[in-house]
């Protein structure tokens, strides 16, 4: 049986999972809105994922016979000054959730469940890909500046995501 605690830190984990698909989502709009198709299109993939991974954990408690309890989602933010800067709150919100992770990680090994453990080294794992990913990104606009022509190109990358990078579920 969960620890109660593990319980609710498991709960408030599905909370900031579908918090990032929502900001995600936000962020497919905003690009939606400036015409970066590819860029709009990949954060919508991310916002799949994000929402995949909020019901892994949501399975995973059902499974354990534990309880979901869903909470509100808070509002997104709507606006970027550009590009860069919304990719680069992708990336800073990346490195909370690894934070959030590596927190419920340490509560499950001192709780010495296995179980809640071994989900968690999935979502480490999937962390570091998820951080690789966007600094990529990040680092290849801050490469092309304010050059259209290489935002262009960029874009167009983007929109070949087929299926997200690493599979949520
Ligand atoms: Fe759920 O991996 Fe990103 O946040």
């Known amino acids: 049986m969960l620890k109660p605690n593990l319980l609710a830190a498991l709960n408030q984990q599905i909370n900031e999972e579908y918090y990032s698909s929502y900001i995600y989502q936000s962020m497919t709009a905003y690009f939606a809105d400036i015409h970066l198709d590819g860029c709009a299109h990949w954060m919508r993939l991310q916002a799949e994922e994000e929402h995949a991974h909020a019901?892994?954990?949501?399975?995973?408690?059902?499974?354990?016979?534990?309880r979901v309890v869903l909470a509100e989602v808070k509002a997104p933010p709507k606006e970027w000054a550009n590009p860069l800067a919304a990719f680069e709150a992708a990336l800073a919100h990346e490195k909370f959730m690894t934070a959030n992770i590596t927190k419920l990680a340490d509560l499950a090994q001192t709780e010495k469940d296995h179980a809640t453990n071994n989900l968690m080294q999935w979502y480490v794992t999937e962390q570091v890909e998820e951080e690789a990913n966007?600094?990529?990104?990040?680092?290849?606009?801050?490469?092309?500046?304010?050059?259209?022509?290489?935002?262009?190109?960029?874009?167009?990358?983007?929109?070949?995501?087929?299926?997200?990078?690493?599979?949520?579920?």
């Open 55 to 66: 019901l892994k954990i949501f399975d995973y408690l059902i499974s354990r016979g534990a």
């Open 134 to 169: 966007v600094d990529d990104i990040v680092s290849k606009i801050k490469m092309v500046g304010t050059d259209g022509a290489g935002l262009f190109l960029i874009d167009r990358e983007l929109k070949t995501r087929t299926v997200a990078p690493a599979a949520g579920a």
